[in-house]
């Protein structure tokens, strides 16, 4: 049977638990690193999944290094994107990628909680690497 | 909020929704800081940590032109307090990181942002 939700006295999520948040989701496709999101026109967004120390935090590539150092102001743009953004930042990581990520408390989390959280992350990863590059390479 | 060793830190709370979930922003100013002129030092002190920074580009005047900036869904009644407790400290602690990498001349009280802070979540500081 699938757990609804994470304990809030235990506070802190498996891999297992958040994998059996992914049972039965129709648009996502999960390993034991993060999962797959497909929307409807057939674009494909992954979703690194990092669960501890209290949090699990939901982290996607919206452009590698190689294209995103070709963007200008690609950072400051993304800086400026998380003023209006929900729930999803921008920032370039230690690997210059520009990455999209987002963070809930794992305490009383629901399978609902976390399902929207990742397609919310997909999406607005998905918007910004269409409106950067035009393709769907993550 | 005073953090442990005794800086404060200022933030600004904002209720939100999106698809019919309620959320809570938190923003802390940094300060002023010339975007340009520090862009590689700052995008050196977030490479690591995923910290969401807020850049406001067309920076004409005012107290701050980066903050940190976070929300979190609030769900179960039972863990809205601790999740906006996970959510204050979280970008506390950065939003402080940060003003002391960037702007160490001085921890920046409540006063010097008050009158911009009011203005987020009025379409006035986009």
Redesign the interface.
Known sequence: MCSK?IS?KKGWATVSEWREFCVGASDSAADDAGLTVQFSNRRLQRIDVCAGD??I?L?SVVARRAVAEHIEDV??MA??R??????V??????RGRLVG?C???T??L?RD?FL??VR?AAAACDLFEFQLTGHDRE | MRLAGGRIQPFTLLL?S??G?L?I?CISPIGVVD?VAS?EAI?DS???K????????DFEDGSYN??V?????L??R??DA??VN?LLKRVAEQADRLEQIHLPDADRALHVFKDDLRQEGLGH??
């Open positions: 939700m809030a209290g949090v935090e982290r950072v400051l800086w400026e998380n003023r209006a953004s929900s729930l930042g921008f920032r370039a990581d230690d990520e963070w809930v408390p305490a009383g629901t909680e929207f959280l919310r | 939100d999106l698809d979930r959320l922003r975007l862009l995008q977030v490479r690591t995923p910290v969401r920074l807020g850049a406001i580009r980066l903050t900036q976070e929300d979190v869904l769900g179960d039972a863990q601790a999740r996970v500081r986009e």
